[in-house]
Structure formats: C-alpha cells, structure tokens
C-alpha cells in the first residue's frame, strides 16, 4: 500500500470479514499483524501495508492506533521506533483493549492516557523516553494474569500490574505519542513449551549476502519488508540486528561496530547515516 491512508477513509462501510483478517498459511502461523485502516487517530497516515504509522503534522496527540486482529495472551507484539522528534514530552504508549475497534464511534479520543485507560475496557502504560529513540525496538504483550510486559533491547523485561481482562478478546494498541512520531510493526511470535508461532506472511528463501555492502547492490526488494515478521527466531538475542531485532547482523561498520543486517542497513545509512551504536557519522555509501 503506497498511498497513505488517512482519517477521512475511515468509515467503517460493512462488516464483513476481511480475507486478510482470518489468512493462515499453516498451523505455525498467527495471521497478519497490520494496524486497523479506519479506526485510527486524526493525525495518523498508515503505508506500508497498514504496518507503518505515522503522525502527519507537528503535533503531540491523535495518535491512537489498534491493531487489525485479535492478539492472543503471551503473543509479544514487536515495534520499531522509525521516527521521534525532541521538542515534546513523552514518548509512545502501548496496551490492550477488549472493545472491537470496529465498533467504536468515531473520532477517536486525541490520547490514549487518560482519554481511554479512564473508561471501561482499555489498559494501556507508557514508555520511557530513553527507551524510544530511532531505531529502538520494543516487545510487548499481555500475561494471563493481565499484566502487560514491556522488553526492550539488551535489557530486562518490564512487567506492570494492568488488571486486563484476558477473558474476552484482546486488540493491542499503540498511541504514537509526544515524541514519537512514526512506528513499524515488525510482527509478532509466541512461544509455547512444544511450539511456536509467529505472524505472517512466511518469508521467501532468504539470500545470503556478502558481508562487504554497498548501498547500490543490496536495496532491498519490493517485498522484502514482507518478510521480516517470520524469519527464523533461533537466531542467539546477541547475534539479532539491533533494528530489526530478527535477523542475524552481518555487516561491520567503519567504527567497528557490527550490529546490522544487510537487510536494514541501506535504511539507515540513508535515513540517519550514522552507527546505531555510537552515532559515528559513515559518509562513504560503501561499509566494510
């Protein structure tokens, strides 16, 4: 989807069950993990499949975002920090609801705390500023407690006591908030003692790149963004890209540093060009 899909295509014209909501390539698989295309925020634009959301203007609020289908206790949903700005206060919030986006009057209200959480069936708890810098990606979900987790790269999980209901139906939800300004889901996975599922779509046999990159040979393909949600989760949590934070990074930068897969790095060379790590600037379009 390259055209952005903004608040005045919100109307909800039917209810009638979307393919895309109930696909399942195999018992392994959760479905699609894409933001809900008219239930959203007044500043939101969704691109990229409904996996990327973005506020339009220079503001704080109207970011309130759902995801498209249900989520299922313990299933951690992933979240990249694509884009912040420094001139406002907080950073994104992230949660669960119980109510069907569908059914929500519309517009929905400019913030998810406290506009929503002080109404029945919404939970929701912010996240650090520190832990949302660009680039940063986050793990959250729900336990069968009703607590929500919070993990965050190279560090802890976070559990906080929330009280959801885990009875009913649960919609995760995300309010690009404050600093925040542009997310992307990566997908989501859950891990059961005999198995473990992920969300789809199944990726293409992956190709093994060079660990010598330049920018002109190693764009990434039309659907490659397509795979990132199933690719293979055994991969060591030392070994993952710190983007992507699911495949394996291959590719040392000028400083030293080797944190990026070959997939993500001509996006950050292009967008910030600089180290993930230590901001070092990489001015040539060639890393070695």
Known sequence: MKDCICSKMREDHNNKTDPKMTHK??????????????VLGDMICLSE???????IKDTFKGGVVFTRRCVRISERIRVLVERQVPHWQGAMRVGFTNVRPSTRSLPLPPISMPNLTETSGYWATPVLESYCQEGSALEFWVTADGDICLKFQNSRKQRIEAKVDVR?????????????????LLGSKTKGFLSKK?????????????????????T?????????????MEIPADDLCVVCM????????PCGHRCLCSHCTPKILVQFGTCPLCRLEISSPTVT
């Open 25 to 38: 390539c195999d018992s392994s698989c959760l479905g699609p993990l894409t933001f809900h295309p008219r």
């Open 49 to 55: 499949g409904g996996r990327r959301a973005e506020r």
């Open 168 to 184: 009913k139906p649960l919609w995760a939800m995300i309010d690009v908030y404050g600093q925040t300004c542009s997310v992307f």
């Open 198 to 218: 992920r969300s789809c779509p199944l990726p293409k046999p992956p190709i093994r790149r060079p660990s010598t990159f330049s920018l002109e040979n190693t």
């Open 220 to 232: 990434p393909s039309e659907n490659s963004d397509d795979c990132v949600s199933c690719l293979n």
């Open 246 to 253: 699911v495949r394996q990074k291959d590719i040392t930068l």
